[in-house]
């Protein structure tokens, strides 16, 4: 039998499967949600948990997943649906880290990358629109340290920042979400465990962690449908205002949207990665980042963080 791959990550809600899914152990497919079940609750945690990032589907049965992609999407995106919102958030953001995945896998691909860009846009929306979003969607935890959910994460933030900066020019936004979710493109295959506090780096990984942004940039340089905004932000998002992130650049070199992912990135690195409680990530970082993200920014964060 003909089998092919889909993201763990776009299997969230309460909507009952069509299809079979499996993994794959040792070579061999196991049935392990059977058509009618659903994602929801222990299952979908266990499966993150395992760290695993793709499932199977019997190849003539595509067809069922699509519509069920849609149909999750449509009733995620719907402010009328009756589904309640920890659920519609769950679906939405569980898109989105499919749609960093996808980039991440395939930059060369024009219609991954222009359908993760239009999504950013309806991500823009339900982030401002919805007053539970926000906290919905930085409540889920980001339990396997997925580089792409904390893009997800840093856009969430970077979108909540924007708002408050009175930034409402939806093409400035819709660009800060999509580089905030692609933004650690760099990370892709580099293997270096991310879950240590960068004062405590090994020289090697240190290196590795210097050179993240600029090789991200640079390998999608040459992709002309890659937004310059976007490359801007994969290739600052580390940069400070001192000039003491990788390249040295200082605020007046840098792109300003790249300013606020960068503020973004930093108090999730705390919360994601360092596992400082998400209450205290905005203090620490108040003490120990002051002069390297905008006072502004870390007071708003705190704020925001407050509200979740």
Not at 201 to 228: I, Y
Not at 274 to 288: H, L
Request: glycine share 6%.
């Amino acid at each position: 039998m003909d089998y092919v791959s889909i993201r763990v990550s776009t299997l969230r809600g309460d909507q009952k499967i069509d299809f079979n899914a499996y993994i794959k152990i040792n070579e061999k497919m196991v049935l392990y949600l059977r058509r009618g079940d659903s994602f929801e609750g222990e299952r979908l945690l266990r499966l993150k948990e395992k760290k695993l990032r793709k499932m199977y589907i019997l190849n003539d049965e595509e067809a069922h997943y699509r519509n069920y992609l849609q149909k999750n999407i449509e009733t995620a995106y719907d402010d009328s649906s009756k589904t309640d919102m920890k659920t519609r958030a769950e679906i939405i953001q569980g898109s989105q880290q499919s749609n960093a995945e996808e980039v991440f896998e395939n930059p060369e691909n024009v219609q991954s990358y222009n359908y993760a860009k239009d999504a950013a846009g309806k991500y823009v929306s339900f982030i401002q629109s919805n007053a539970k979003a926000l906290s919905s969607i930085m409540t889920i935890e980001n339990s396997d340290k997925n580089i792409a959910h904390h893009g997800v994460t840093v856009a969430t933030l970077s979108i909540a920042l924007a708002q408050k900066l009175g930034i409402t020019d939806l093409k400035k936004t819709q660009l800060l979400t999509l580089g905030a979710i692609l933004h650690d493109f760099g990370h892709q295959d580099t293997g270096l465990n991310l879950c240590q506090p960068l004062n405590a780096m090994s020289a090697a990984d240190k290196a590795l962690w210097l050179k993240h942004p600029s090789e991200g940039a640079a390998r999608v340089q040459d992709k002309k449908h890659f937004d310059q905004t976007v490359i801007n932000i994969i290739s600052q998002h580390e940069e400070t205002l001192d000039g003491s992130g990788p390249s040295g650049l200082r605020e007046k070199d840098l792109d300003p949207l790249a300013v606020i992912v960068s503020s973004a990135n930093a108090i999730d690195r705390l919360i994601t990665f360092e596992n400082v409680p998400t209450a205290e990530a905005a203090k620490k970082m108040m003490i120990e980042q002051v002069g390297k993200h905008p006072l502004q920014h870390i007071q708003m964060l705190s704020e925001i963080l407050k509200g979740i």
